[in-house]
């Protein structure tokens, strides 16, 4: 398979990798693709999901900012375990990813 | 620390751990290992090159892309090559790696990818460094050395503005990063700012990958590095300087209008960044009035440089300047003021992957002298008369003169906080806002980050303060000079500096894995799980 | 004599007691100067957890001044910016017994305290998780103590000179006091600083763990000393501790003379969402090393109070030092020794708590009014050899600090 790049959902132009079989994970449930080498926040990119996060003081939308592990504003829970840095966990064929707001452990949701 | 007994491991082989599997950590690692020293790498990415040679996953397969996307050999060490080909320093890359593996095959250097250093102590006259293990991070093994080299690495300094927070902007070595790692985009329409030899490369590859780059807007006066001043052009070899000329064309092939001189002055949205307002900057650095422009984006790649890694240093207590630029202090042989502690690469001041590359090499063949006697130096071996080290010597210092000319021409930014208004957000953790910071400068005389801290939580939260930190010397800068011109006394610059706090732990670290550490007793064994 | 370097009071120190002595002697009408080599809060304070307690205290002294101060802080409480300014959280302490025999001694201290005005509820075993549903199974019991209160210690600092310079006190931070001025008589008559002199009939000695210092510079002895401890700051948490929680041991922890490391679990929510561990005590003087051990047996600790805690991360870990004196008890009042210098230090773990009593208590005896408390037990002079009292310290007093007397 030759695959595209994406953009928010768009195809734009062919890209240059032959990857493995695109595979399943859920995010609040719903179905989205990765591919085999994606962190999790790399698949919910390509499914034109850029924040998955609410603060806990004003409840702003946030997703990846520094893109290396240093900033942790791209926090997510992923199989249940709360708090993951998004752009440094590898995604897995299954993966259950909730958007949480707040603390990112319940309980606090605005 | 020349005066320091070499310590004696169990079978008389010196240990070296070396944090960080950038250029500097590898080269580190390979000179130390050449001079049969045991060396175990630790290091957070998945495969060893660090930020810099950040490798496309396996899993992704990735092909050349038809036209060769280059990457200067100037860049910052951790910018990630370009998103589908291989860098122009490829061949460097691939001697080092090769030279590397055969190590790692050998069994002379141990490399432990996806292990996440959270702690660092001095212990039985050595080290002992504690890493997360995997990316679970739900234990910890520790490495116990005679020597630790710290090639840490930097990360991207960010000053706010209006709208920073929304989603899509990042930063553009975070755009980069997660172009070359997973070969994704922020975006369909992206707008680059803010400032420093980084934004080229990425605007570049991010048009390469398909991104419409509507603008490429740099604080800084281009003209200065595409014509470049004498103290560039002296500094800098002809191939170099071909190279950031090569820009002005890759850029025009991928028709990026370029604005020198401007600034991103706010980003507007409500769930994410729809359009960004620029401005063009006077003579003295303020926005010209009725500059303003609107661009529609759906995203913003931004950075202003970069800043080292130096919680482990500070930890380990080596001393840490923050003038003229944040780095751990070290001596020629790239050793800091701590026994048996070296440091290389962007920790011991930003200067770009080949500057890393032959500073850890020197730290590597220094560990090398220091093993084969307690009181050696390297450039004191072959009665001074070393030409490796003479050769080692010179290319360092071409290359940070280089990088000091390059650095010289993207001015810092003096004019920042006049273009926050109070609502702005600065720590993005605590989202404390600026208005919050100045009224604890102002009626509670803080003077100081940590008094900031306290008092309004910036610094505080996940990230410790590695993203405000920047943005929180910079109100310190701006209330210190209104007390100069207030003409109060003692109005002075900031306090210890807001880039250069002491974090005891490099990362978070689950509880249950602290509490579980093998007690002290029983400690002194390899790599307790 | 330039009217800026003239006032009724120098307030040595900016830290929460320091902040506390300045608001109230303001308040009553005196002309205060704050002065801190560093910024406010920058010393031990902002290293606290800001604890107002009475429930660690046997009946004495202390008791009674915890007592008088945790009055003071509902007062304060009562100015509607303070308890937001602050993050006062009037919320309780929970003290828990892991075995019948230390909820036997838990019991016996709760009904000792309730005699002396402490409020002190029993809570049955099977009531602890109504109380404070995290906690771990297994506990024997506890003792509830409504009382107990927090605020965040840096922020009350800020606020207490806030509302101190609303009265008119001046604050000088950045600002080192290099010597005591003593007229030929050996009563005080101000302070010199790096940037000059300060005249003041009166220095209240509010340096914290560095008050020893401040006390030598007039002659006295004034043996404080650092106690170091460490916390451990969590992730934000959604409200997982509700109250001030700790172990009972503790009680036994604050009062040992040992100078061995010792850590017993004291778990707490914030107001912000981390949730702070403490504490441990160590004499160990003023390094700042970060101990591992400690870290990971304040962990441990505090896992087996909350087992929840266990999967949650560790983003930051603090050290500050206690200032202690060697009867855990605080020199508050003046010393004979140097007629002027009044002392407010040596408060070891409970200088945020008992930092309200403490500075009504100077302030009286700035204005010459009587003290709501006897304040024979903090003393000042009561560490001195015997006979070495009074005069002694004149004699240790630099020449020229004396003859600088005449303004």
């Known amino acids: 398979m030759l695959i595209r790049l994406r953009f928010g959902g768009t195809p734009r132009r062919p890209a240059a990798a032959r990857p493995g079989t695109a595979f399943a994970l859920s995010v609040d449930g719903e179905r989205i693709e990765a591919l085999p080498g994606h962190t999790i926040a790399a698949a919910l990119w390509r499914a034109g999901i850029v924040s998955w996060r609410r603060t806990r003081g004003e409840a702003r939308p946030r997703g990846v900012f520094c893109g290396i592990g240093v900033c942790f504003d791209c926090l997510v829970t992923v199989n249940g375990r709360p708090n993951q840095r998004a752009c440094l966990v590898p995604a897995r064929p299954g993966d259950a990813v909730d958007t949480r707001a707040g603390t990112g452990l319940g309980g606090d949701e605005t | ?529 | ?407």
């Open chain 3, 1 to 407: 004599m330039a009217r800026d370097s003239v006032c009724d009071v120098v307030v040595v120190g900016a830290g929460v007691v320091g902040a506390a002595c300045a608001y109230y002697a303001a308040r009553a009408g005196l002309d205060v100067v704050v002065v801190d080599r560093g910024p406010v809060a920058g010393g031990t304070t902002g290293a606290g957890e800001g604890n107002l307690l009475v429930s660690d205290k046997p009946p004495g002294p202390e008791l009674d001044l915890a007592l008088l101060s945790t009055r003071l802080w509902r007062q304060l409480a009562a100015e509607p910016p303070f308890a937001r300014a602050v993050e006062y959280e009037p919320k309780g302490g929970l003290v828990v017994a892991s075995e019948e025999r230390g909820l036997a001694a838990l019991n016996a201290l709760a009904d000792e305290q309730r005699r002396c005005g402490v409020e002190a509820e029993p809570v049955a075993a099977d009531r602890l998780r109504d109380v404070e549903p995290g906690l771990a199974p297994g506990l024997a019991g506890g003792v509830f103590y409504r009382q107990d209160a927090q605020v965040q210690p840096a922020l009350a600092a800020a606020y207490l000179i806030r509302e101190a310079r609303a009265a008119g006190a001046r604050v000088r931070t950045g600002e080192t006091v290099t010597a005591l001025l003593r007229t030929p008589g050996g009563a005080l008559r101000g302070v010199r600083t790096g940037r000059g002199e300060l005249h003041a009939p009166a220095v209240v000695n509010a340096a914290g763990v560095w008050g020893g210092e401040v006390a030598a510079l007039a002659g006295a002895t004034l043996p404080v000393r650092p106690r170091r401890g460490f916390i451990l700051v969590t992730q934000p948490l959604p409200p997982l501790v509700r109250h001030k929680v700790y172990a009972a041991d503790y009680v036994a922890d604050v009062a040992s003379d040992s100078a061995a490391l010792q850590t017993s679990a004291v778990v707490e929510g914030t107001a912000s969402g981390p949730v702070l561990i403490g504490a441990s005590r160590e004499r160990v003087g003023f390094e700042r090393g970060v101990s591992l051990p400690v870290l990971r047996r304040l962990a441990a600790a505090a896992i087996g109070l909350f087992p929840a805690l266990a999967t949650v991360d560790a983003i930051r870990a603090y050290l500050g030092f206690r200032p202690y004196l060697p009867d855990h008890l605080p020199a508050i009042g003046p010393d004979p020794r140097a007629p002027g210098l009044v002392h407010a230090c040596g408060h070891e773990g409970a200088g945020v708590g008992l930092a309200a009593a403490t500075g009504l208590l100077v302030a009286r005896v700035l204005l010459g009014e009587p003290a709501p408390l006897d304040l024979a037990a903090f003393r000042p002079e009561r560490f001195a050899p015997p006979g070495a009292h009074t005069r002694r310290g004149e004699d240790a007093q630099p020449a020229e600090e004396t003859e600088a007397s005449k303004c």
């Open chain 2, 1 to 529: 620390m020349n005066g320091v007994t070499r310590p004696q491991s169990p079978d008389g082989v010196l240990r070296l751990a070396v944090i960080g599997a950038g250029p500097a950590g590898m080269e580190g690692a390979v000179r130390a290992a050449d001079g049969a020293v045991a060396v175990t790498v630790i290091d957070a990415g998945p495969a060893a090159g660090g930020q810099f040679h950040r490798q496309p996953s396996p899993l992704l397969h990735a092909l050349p892309p038809a036209s060769q996307a280059r990457l200067p050999s100037w860049s910052p060490s951790w910018l990630p090559s370009p998103a589908l080909a291989p860098h122009r320093a490829g061949r460097g890359w691939a001697a080092l790696k090769s030279r590397f593996d055969r190590h790692v095959a050998a069994g002379r250097v141990r490399h432990l990818a996806d292990h996440h250093v959270w702690f660092a102590e001095r212990a039985g006259g050595g080290f002992r460094v504690h890493a997360l293990v995997g990316p679970a991070q739900q234990s910890s093994i520790r490495v116990d050395a005679d020597a630790l080299l710290l090639a840490t690495g930097a990360y991207e300094r960010v000053l706010p503005f209006p709208g920073w927070t929304l989603p899509g902007v990042v930063t553009a070595g975070g755009a980069q990063a997660m172009l070359k790692g997973s070969l994704v985009l922020p975006g369909r329409e992206v707008v680059v700012a803010g400032t420093g030899p980084l934004l080229l490369p990425v605007a570049a590859g991010l048009a390469e990958a398909g991104a419409v780059v509507k603008a490429l807007i740099e604080s800084a006066d281009m003209r200065a590095l595409l014509r470049p001043a004498p103290a560039l052009a002296a500094a800098a070899n002809p191939g170099k300087l071909a190279e950031a000329a090569g820009y002005a064309a890759r850029l025009a092939q991928y028709r990026i209008p370029v604005r020198s001189r401007h600034v991103v002055v706010a980003a507007h949205g409500g769930e994410r960044v729809e359009a960004v307002t620029v401005a063009a900057l006077d003579a003295l650095g303020h926005v010209l009035p009725g500059s303003q422009q609107r661009i529609s984006c759906d995203s913003l790649a931004i950075g202003h440089g970069l800043l080292p890694h130096l919680g482990l240093a500070l930890t380990l207590g080596a001393r840490v300047e923050d003038e003229p630029a944040p780095a751990v202090v070290v001596d020629g042989e790239q050793r800091t003021c701590v026994p048996a502690l070296w440091a290389a690469g962007e920790a011991s001041g930003v200067g770009g992957a080949a500057l890393a590359q032959v500073e850890g090499e020197i730290a590597g063949r220094s560990v090398a002298a220091w093993s084969r006697g307690p009181r050696r130096a390297w450039q004191d071996e072959d009665h001074a008369r070393s030409p490796a080290w003479t050769s080692a010597e010179r290319r360092r210092g071409r290359r940070r003169e280089f990088f000091a000319a390059l650095d010289a021409v993207y001015a810092r930014d003096v004019t920042w906080a006049e273009r926050v208004d109070d609502d702005t957000t600065i720590c993005r953790c605590e989202e404390v806002r600026a208005g919050a910071i100045r009224r604890v400068l102002r009626d509670d005389a803080a003077s100081d980050p940590r008094t900031v801290k306290l008092l309004t939580r910036a610094g505080m939260g996940w990230c410790q303060g590695r993203m405000c930190a920047p943005a929180v010397a910079g109100l310190l800068a701006e209330r210190s000079a209104a007390r100069e011109r207030g003409g109060a006394e003692g109005g002075g610059a900031p306090g210890p500096s807001a880039l250069v706090s002491s974090r005891p732990f490099a990362r978070p670290v689950p509880l249950g894995v602290l509490a579980t550490l093998p007690p002290d007793e029983e400690e002194g064994t390899d790599e307790q799980p």
